[in-house]
């Protein structure tokens, strides 16, 4: 069973930092994180980022801020968030099992996580 964790969600001031992590506690075939997406109540999911091995895919609005890495040993997917907006705030979900890897659209995932809150004040 694909069981996806998010953490590290937080409230931060403008300018600050967050780092998300996901990790794949199923140990499922193709389960591995890949992506992420976040949503504010209301709005359609967005992309934010997406990894393949050495590539990596981010969407404008975040391109020099966010960074997105995993850890292969501890299945574990990260968003390194630096310079934070209030726009930034949102839900962020990882997700897996995508059917067309380094998409930032979340038609193509399979499995998402539970969502962390990201909150950014100005």
């Known amino acids: 069973q694909v069981q996806l964790v998010e953490s590290g969600g937080a409230a931060v001031q403008a300018g600050g930092s967050l780092r998300l992590s996901c990790a794949d506690s199923?140990?499922?075939?193709?389960?591995?994180?890949t992506a992420w997406f976040r949503q504010i109540p209301g709005k359609e999911r967005e992309g934010v980022a997406s990894i393949v091995g050495d590539s990596a895919r981010y969407a404008d609005s975040v391109k020099g801020r966010f960074t997105i890495s995993q850890d292969n040993a501890k299945n574990t997917l990260y968003l390194q968030m630096n310079n934070l907006k209030p726009e930034d705030t949102a839900i962020y979900y990882c997700?897996?099992?995508?059917?067309?890897?380094?998409?930032?659209?979340?038609?193509?995932?399979?499995?998402w996580g539970q969502g962390t809150q990201v909150t950014v004040s100005s």
């Open positions: 997700a897996a099992g995508a059917s067309l890897p380094l998409s930032l659209d979340p038609r193509w995932y399979k499995y």
């Open positions: 199923g140990y499922t075939a193709g389960s591995y994180p």
